[in-house]
Structure formats: structure tokens, C-alpha cells
């Protein structure tokens, strides 16, 4: 069993920062890519930002420049770092991590329970 904790997120004025940040635990092996994703309000979720175990990411074109994914291995963790938000970053985030567990050989797909971001004046 595995778990994803995250911290973050909240209220805050356009242009200011965040940072989550999503902790993985249990019967981990290994994890292979992390990364976040985001709901808004009556749309689809989406693709934030990813980052592989070798520190490769991407991110989507609506956060480039503002928003940085990083990960401590060492920690099993993944943060995201967001500044200059905008009304339009509003949305529920969550953390996913492809993670094999012991005794298993394949990777499977984990989520975090969504943590709340407002930007709003």
C-alpha cells in the first residue's frame, strides 16, 4: 500500500507563490515519474507538470516560467513551486507518482487527495 501526503496550497493574491508538495510512503521500491495535475471547476483534469526520476520534466504551456516541478528522491517527494499565479491557475491539484512496490514488477499509478489553490483578490 502506498500513500501520497501532500501539503500546500490555500488562498492567494494574484502574482503571489505557492509551493505543495506531495510525499510518497508504504511498501515502495522504486518510483518512476511524479508530477502534478489540476481541476478546475467543470473541466477535465489536466497536466501541470511531470518530472521523471532522472529529473526530466515537462510542463504544460499555461504554467512555463511560472511554475517549477522538483523531486527529492532521497525523500520520496515532489514539489511544485508556483509564482506569479493567476485567477485562471484556480483549480483543485493533485499529486500522482508511478510507483512499483516490493514484491511487485510493474508500476502502477497513485494519487494524492487534491489540495485546494484560489487565486483571488
Known amino acids: 500500500q502506498v500513500q501520497l501526503v501532500k501539503s500546500g496550497g490555500g488562498l492567494v493574491q494574484p502574482g503571489g507563490s505557492l509551493r505543495l508538495s506531495c510525499a510518497a510512503s508504504g511498501s515502495i521500491y522504486s518510483i518512476g515519474a511524479m508530477g502534478w495535475y489540476r481541476q478546475a471547476p467543470g473541466k477535465q483534469r489536466e497536466l501541470v507538470a511531470r518530472i521523471t526520476s532522472g529529473g526530466s520534466t515537462e510542463s504544460a504551456d ?23 499565479l493567476k485567477p485562471e491557475d484556480t483549480a483543485v491539484y493533485y499529486c500522482n507518482a508511478a510507483v512499483e512496490t516490493l514484491g511487485s514488477t510493474f508500476f502502477y499509478n497513485y494519487w494524492g487527495q487534491g489540495t485546494q489553490v484560489t487565486v483571488s483578490s
Not at 75 to 82: D, G, S, W
Open 62 to 84: 499555461s504554467v512555463k516560467g511560472r511554475f517549477t516541478i522538483s523531486r527529492d528522491n532521497a525523500k520520496n517527494t515532489v514539489y511544485l513551486q508556483m509564482n506569479s
